[in-house]
């Protein structure tokens, strides 16, 4: 059964860091592209960071680009987002998701880790 | 970027009977379109994808059409089970993004 497990989320003043991850089971995990796709409690959904299966290739949301990275480290079957100089906007249910379809479309979501950035 | 806009924002239909949810993407997507269901409290489930095809283990009952840029989800005989949020989302190309959503609720 494939599993996605997000952790990480938690309260974080703006400007501040949090670094989310996700442990995957049940799958070769190497051979998906994974993404970050978040949402704003009762919103829309919106995609805002992208990885291939080796890692090679990675993809932002203009929203994300230049604060925040993906990565992954195969070897735990983990992958990771790296949020740095975080705004109140950024508050949201982050979920990752398995990629198919040359990672385009999503068939296996985590439950999703709550981020929200107060003062 | 492409915009993706879904119609109406709210759908009221009895059980048993048909919906039919819109979606329009800015600019052509080919077939490459999916769609997923949201309950609350719980993460989107992939119904469609290529446009047209089922996922694993989705109902008979869920069906899609269109290409380029007009999209229709289709559920022919609505279930309980049924009543949820409904997004569309576009992966032509990066940024991949995702409609606004029709909230699809008990007549």
Known sequence: EVQLVESGGGLVKPGGSLRLSCEASGFTFSTYAMSWVRQVPGKGLECISGVSGSGGSTYYADSAKGRFTISRDNSKNTLYLQMNSLRAEDTSVYYCARGLGFGGYY???????LVTVSS | EIVMTQSPATLSVSPGERATLSCWASQSVSSNLAWYQQKPGQAPRLLIYGASTRATRIPARFSGSG???EF??????LQSEDFAVYFCQHYKNWPYTFGQGTKLEIK
């Open chain 2, 72 to 77: 229709t989800l289709t559920i022919s005989s």
């Open chain 1, 107 to 113: 068939d296996s979501w985590g439950q999703g880790t």
């Open chain 2, 67 to 69: 290409s380029g840029t």
